[in-house]
Structures are given as C-alpha cells and as structure tokens.
C-alpha cells in the first residue's frame, strides 16, 4: 500500500478515534509543569476513576478538560481487557490474551505506546546526526530542544490532520464541543523555553506524560510492570526513561565534551546513550508484545504506525 494510503488509513481508523490519547498526554505534560511526577506515578496501579483522575488533574469545574478525562477513562479504558499471566514449566513467561493484535480494544494503547517510543526516536535521530565540528560553537542542548520540538509538532499535525479525515470522522470532529486541533498545539506551545535547564524538563515532562498515559492503559489490563524486560539484568528500562542520569545528565554531558573538543569522554558518553537507549527500546518493544498477546513483535526502532516525513525533512 502507497504510504500516503497507509497515513490516510491511520488517521481514520486510528490517530482521530484515539485522539483522546493525544489529549491525555498533553494535559499530563501541563499537570507536570507544578506536579512532581513521583506524586503521580503510582497511580495507575489504583485504577483510578474519572472523578479520581479530574481531582487529581485539578481540572474540576473546567467542562471541556473533565470531558476528555471522562472519555478517556469511561470509554477508552473500559475497552481494555486484563491479560491473564501465567508461568509455564517454571522458566519462560507466556503471555495469553483472546484479543486480536489489531483490535479496536487495544489500538488507543498501540498509539501511546507508538507516542512514547517516537519520542525516544527523535532523541536518538538528533545524537545520530550531531556533527561535533559543526557544534562546538553552538548551544547543543538549544539544537536538541528545537529538533525535539519540531519532530514532535511534526507528528502531532499529522496525527491531528483535518485535511485526509473521512467524512464520517469529519463529522464527529465537528461538534461543538469538541477541543480543536490548533487548541491542543497552542497548549503544547504556548511557552517558549529560554534557558537549558528548561528545555531538558519540557522534553522530560513530555516522556513522563506519555509513560504515564501507558501505565494507566496497562493497570487497567492488569499489567503493572509493562516495560520491565531488558537485556541487562540489573537495568529498570521504565526509571531509566525518567532517569536524571539518563536525558537529563547525559545529554548536557555530550554538549560539554563538544564544545570542550574532547573526543574521548564524548566517545564514552555516547556509548552510554547507546546502551542505554537499547534497552529502553528494547522494554518498549517487549510493551507492544504484551499489549498484543504476541502479535506484534517490533524489532529496535522499528515503529507500528507510519511517520510520515518526520525524518524526511
């Protein structure tokens, strides 16, 4: 199928159903600008309902938010079934669910799941691509930020596109009330970060929302620890995603040694970004196995929905 085909496809049948999930985890990144995400981590394991998640978003009084909560929760949660578990022959773990891999039930978590990852995509194009020469006399973490940034609005309007919907969704978008699309890219940039300090925890607060948006799509199907595989015994794939020694640390370390013009550290460094980001792809890969009982099996940074042309241009 044509790629333009396949986008057309996905935003119908996917991207515009499942745009709660979107909203969801712009609303988290919001919350998280004056929320610790220690306070709300363990929160999918409660299973909380809708007026828990409205209190707890402080959106209380504000209609159009509470609505996308309730969606979310008494809708799009309440099509998620728990997988059943169970250990065979006291060594492999064996994951059983009567849920087809493509199912409506499941597509909203395979789009949070594909949001998280491409996020750590962007991540892994921008180091792939630095060129230490050409940088060392210019700010890398404002670079990161605005590659970030625009890698993100890039997949966001192509998700949100109003331009190849159907008819039919065309008219489910058409309702008063609605939140438009330009709303939600207003509230994700409304701000503009000045200082590097800044920039790394707007790029965090947007991981953790999309981590969480995951965890509470997966407490509901009974799945609390979703991304615990790796490779490496004594690595926790789902700390390290939010890990200050991760993106938070490392990557102004890799600036350092650019614009210290020392080739040695950054060679170290980048093998740590390397590993690291293995095993986080690695544990959001192994997520998309459980959340489809098998039936997706991705290798590295290979994703389930289209990019479009994010890294084309």
């Not at 998700?159 to 609605?178: A, C, F, G, P, Q």
């Not at 789902?238 to 890990?243: I, K």
Request: net charge neutral.
């Amino acid at each position: 199928m044509p790629e333009s085909n396949v986008i057309l496809n996905e935003i119908n049948k996917v991207f515009i159903p499942c745009r709660t999930v979107l909203e969801m985890e712009i609303l988290t990144a919001l919350l998280l600008e004056n929320k610790n995400f220690d306070d709300i981590k363990h929160l999918p394991e409660s299973q909380p309902t809708s007026k828990q998640l409205i209190n707890a978003y402080q959106v209380s009084g504000i209609d159009a938010l509470e609505r996308i909560i309730s969606h979310f929760t008494n809708v799009i949660l309440n099509k998620l079934k728990p997988i059943v578990m169970y250990q065979r022959d006291f060594k492999q773990r064996f994951r059983m669910s009567n849920v087809d891999a493509y199912s409506k039930t499941r597509l909203c978590l395979f789009l949070a799941l594909h949001r998280l990852k491409l996020k750590f995509l962007v991540i892994k194009r921008f180091i792939g691509e630095l060129i230490p020469n050409e940088l060392r006399h210019v700010n890398v973490i404002e670079e990161f930020y605005k590659f970030y940034y625009e890698k993100n609005e890039m997949n966001l309007k192509l998700m949100l596109s109003t331009k190849r919907m159907s008819e039919r969704v065309k008219n489910l978008m058409e309702r008063d009330d609605v939140i438009e699309n330009s709303d939600l890219l207003n509230a994700l940039s409304f701000k503009v970060h000045l200082n590097d300090k800044e920039r790394i925890k707007f790029i965090m607060r947007d991981i953790k929302a999309s981590l969480f948006i995951c965890r509470l799509m997966f407490a509901k199907m009974d799945v609390i620890t979703p991304f615990s595989k790796s490779k490496e015994l004594n690595v926790n794939p789902e700390r390290m995603m939010v890990s200050q020694d991760f993106i938070p640390e490392l990557i102004p370390a890799i600036s350092k040694s650019i614009r210290e013009n020392n080739p040695r550290h950054l060679h170290t460094l980048l093998e740590a970004f390397d590993f690291m980001m293995e095993n986080v792809f690695e544990s959001i890969n192994n997520a998309f196995e459980i959340a489809s009982g098998g039936g997706i099996v991705l290798d590295g940074d290979e994703t389930m929905f289209s990019l479009g042309n994010v890294f084309s241009v």
